[in-house]
């Protein structure tokens, strides 16, 4: 099973700024990709960012100049650097992994998990 846990998230005036962490762990053989994704209320949930592994980065056009996603190697993590913060960024952020795991039986197999998603809060 694979565990993916969010952090970092918070209530900033606009204009300011916040970083999100994201860290997977469990039976992960090899990522695909991380990505952020958020949701406000009564919204769908919108990617934000994503890495793909030996790929590109990839933005939504909403936040391009202004957040930055990068990804620790050795840990399974990624981040989220937020800067210019806009009262429409207020949403829960979600982290999603995607990979190969190693099941208990020894076989691989394709996962994609989610956290539990963390508040940011843009407001003064």
């Known amino acids: 099973q694979i565990q993916v846990v969010e952090s970092g998230g918070g209530l900033v005036q606009p204009g300011g700024s916040l970083r999100l962490s994201c860290a997977a762990s469990?039976?992960?053989?090899?990522?695909?990709?991380m990505a952020w994704y958020r949701q406000a209320p009564g919204k769908q949930r919108d990617l934000v960012a994503e890495?793909?592994?030996?790929?590109?980065?990839n933005y939504a056009d909403s936040v391009k100049g202004r957040f930055t996603i990068s990804r620790d190697n050795n840990e399974n993590s990624v981040f989220l650097q937020m800067s210019s913060l806009k009262p429409e960024d207020t949403a829960v952020y979600y982290c999603?992994?995607?990979?190969?795991?190693?099941?208990?039986?020894?076989?691989?197999?394709?996962?994609?998990?989610w956290g539990l998603g963390t508040q940011v809060t843009v407001s003064s």
């Open positions: 469990g039976n992960i053989f090899r990522l695909y990709g």
């Open positions: 890495i793909i592994i030996n790929g590109p980065t």
């Open positions: 999603n992994v995607r990979g190969i795991m190693t099941m208990r039986s020894g076989a691989r197999g394709d996962f994609g998990s």
